[in-house]
């Protein structure tokens, strides 16, 4: 069921096997318009219609997750397929949102214009403006944390579409890379998230947590240096309260620091309080 909502939240154009019929449509088809992009797709947050790129890559890294990790489950369920098609809804949408090697849309439409409309997304009227990051306005939390998304999906596409996997592990990189060398908090940037999206964690933890996936996905130890210089530089071994879309670091100790051989993460952080095997 939970593979359902994704599907009612789906932007753009639907497929023919779109299950939430008939009061889902097309819809949104012009966003990137007034940049000369084509961002459509991707899925609209919760009761509004705008695409909030950040927590929709926490999503999309946390459903490529489960694929990964519970993967027989996922098969006897029969809900593999569907899982993969949740994800690449997000991540085919990511692709279109890197227009370069530093530059990604990280946002359609405006928070107060669109929380104001009380209608369906196929009725939209309103002006729907595409925001970016890029050198001159960087954002580290949304490339890496995009970044971490993709490098998930190469993971779930890999035996099934080595091609997709491989572009979206090279995609994956330039958006880590971007994050890390050019280092701001993207609301900053993308100044109309501030009072729906702000990462109020910083921007350490999408370091860590992208250079983690990078590292699963590649088995480059790089990756797991810049995942402990991430951890040394901003003291992310104090603790977490949550895992949510802003806040990665409960993610990182359980899934990818923690149990590194059940993980398949040949390597580990040094400090990172490890916990038995059983």
């Not at 497929?15 to 007034?34: C, E, F, H, K």
């Not at 890029?134 to 998930?152: F, I, M, Y």
């Not at 990665?248 to 923690?258: D, E, N, P, Q, W």
């Amino acid at each position: 069921m939970s593979f359902l909502f994704y599907e009612a939240q789906r932007s753009g154009h639907l497929p023919d096997d779109q299950r939430v019929t008939p009061w889902r449509w097309d819809s949104a088809l012009g966003d990137g318009s007034d940049v000369g992009h084509d961002l459509t797709g991707g899925y609209y947050d919760a009761g509004d219609h705008v695409k909030f790129g950040f927590p929709m890559a926490y999503t999309a890294t946390v459903l490529a997750w489960g694929l990964i990790d519970f993967a027989e489950g996922y098969e006897k369920a029969g809900q593999t397929e569907y899982g993969r098609a949740a994800v690449k809804w997000a991540t085919d949408y990511f692709l279109k949102a890197h227009t370069a090697e530093y530059e990604f849309y990280g946002q359609v439409g405006a928070g107060q214009v669109d929380h104001s409309f009380w209608g369906r997304p196929e009725d939209m009227h309103m002006e729907r403006p595409s925001m970016k990051i890029d050198k001159s306005a960087p954002g580290s939390d949304l490339a890496c944390e995009t970044a971490a998304a993709l490098a998930a999906a190469s993971i779930v596409f890999k035996e099934v579409d080595s091609a997709y996997s491989a572009e979206l592990l090279d995609v994956a990189k330039e958006l880590y890379a971007f994050g890390d060398e050019y280092r701001l908090e993207y609301h900053l940037s993308i100044t109309d998230a501030t009072d729906f999206y702000r990462s109020w964690s910083g921007y350490g933890d999408e370091l860590l947590w992208g250079a983690l996936w990078l590292y699963r996905a590649t088995e480059d130890a790089t990756y797991l240096t810049k995942a402990q210089a991430a951890w040394d530089e901003f003291t992310l071994g104090q603790g977490a309260l949550q895992f949510s879309w802003d806040d990665k670091k409960a993610g990182a100790y359980a899934g990818l620091t923690s149990r590194p051989q059940q993980y398949h993460v040949r390597g580990s952080l040094k400090g990172v309080p490890f916990l038995p095997e059983d």
